[in-house]
Structure formats: C-alpha cells, structure tokens
C-alpha cells in the first residue's frame, strides 16, 4: 500500500471525526443560546420585581449620612 494511499484512508476516517467535533460545537451553541435567553428573562424579571417594589425609580441613589436626606425626612 502506497503512502498516497494511506493519506487517503487517513483523511476519510479524518473527515468523520471533524463532522462529529462540528456537530458537538453546535449542539454546545445552542445549549450557549438557550442559556442566555434564560438569564436575560431571569434578569428582566428581577428588574421588574425591583420596579414593583420601589416604583419610583430612585433604587441606589440614598447615601449614608446625606444631611439634607436626613432633614427631608425630618430625622435632623
């Protein structure tokens, strides 16, 4: 059996083995999407939960020791 030969058989067996590491990167692609649809409708969920419960939109602006919110609230 020629070299040639031996490359031919090697490549065919080759071309197999790519489709099948082809076919797991898809499969892995799709489960990245699925996943990521999962998060941004977990996330989109949890902002409207936070919207619910402070719907004024003013989640992360208080400041510790702010005089001027502590006189507003009449606690100065």
Excluded at 2 to 8: A, D, Q, T, Y
Excluded at 40 to 63: C, H, K, V, W, Y
Aim: charged share 20%; aromatic share 10%.
């Amino acid at each position: 059996m020629s070299f040639g030969r031996l490359m031919e058989i090697y490549q065919f067996f080759w071309m197999f083995e790519s489709h099948a590491q082809q076919r797991l990167a898809w499969q892995d692609a799709a489960q990245a999407r699925t996943a990521r649809e999962r998060a941004e409708a977990l996330a989109a969920a949890q902002l409207r939960a936070m919207l619910d419960a402070n719907p004024s939109g003013q989640l992360g602006n208080a400041q510790l020791n702010d005089p001027d919110g502590l006189e507003q609230s009449g606690l100065l």
